[in-house]
């Protein structure tokens, strides 16, 4: 039988909730694995300015903006994956990933699906304030589901 490597958490989506989330997630000492589409940054990325960014009152690119954010989640020990992720979750005929209803939970367990990646009708920003306020929520109720963690 083939060795399979476990993850402790693994974050569908690597635009600004999932990102979110993996900070969290990291320091909390949970290790995640951030799964990105085909270019990181989500919905974000759309926008080549972005100029009402909480926290910037100066006009940012889409671009630098989504590198800070990687930067930030690496340093508090996030990993990423950037290759498609339809093999680890359930996902509709056009490669959303399908999550639970009132979730952001997916067929596979303690993996979470944020923003554009599961959303096929809105994939806005209504988007990411939704998944991403949900999907930071579903986050800190498994980790602190869990027995051995200490914050």
């Not at 009152?57 to 954010?69: K, N």
């Not at 997916?106 to 939704?130: H, L, R």
């Amino acid at each position: 039988m083939e060795n399979v490597d476990m993850e402790n958490v693994i974050i569908a989506g690597s635009g600004p909730a999932g990102l979110t989330a993996a900070i969290y997630t990291a320091r909390s000492g949970r290790n995640p694995l951030v799964l990105g589409g085909f270019v990181s940054g989500g919905q974000l990325i759309v926008f080549p300015e972005v100029e009402n960014y909480l926290g910037f009152p100066e006009q940012v690119s889409d671009m630098e903006l989504m590198d800070r954010f990687r930067k930030q989640t690496e340093q508090f020990g996030a990993r990423f994956k950037t290759e498609a992720f339809k093999e680890l979750v359930e996902t509709d005929k056009n490669g959303f990933v399908q999550v639970e209803a009132a979730s952001t939970r997916t067929s596979t367990p303690d993996v979470f699906g944020c923003c554009d990646v599961c959303d096929p009708v809105y994939k806005q920003a209504v988007v990411v304030a939704g998944h991403g306020y949900m999907t930071a929520m579903d986050v800190e109720q498994y980790i602190y589901s869990k027995e051995d963690v200490k914050c």
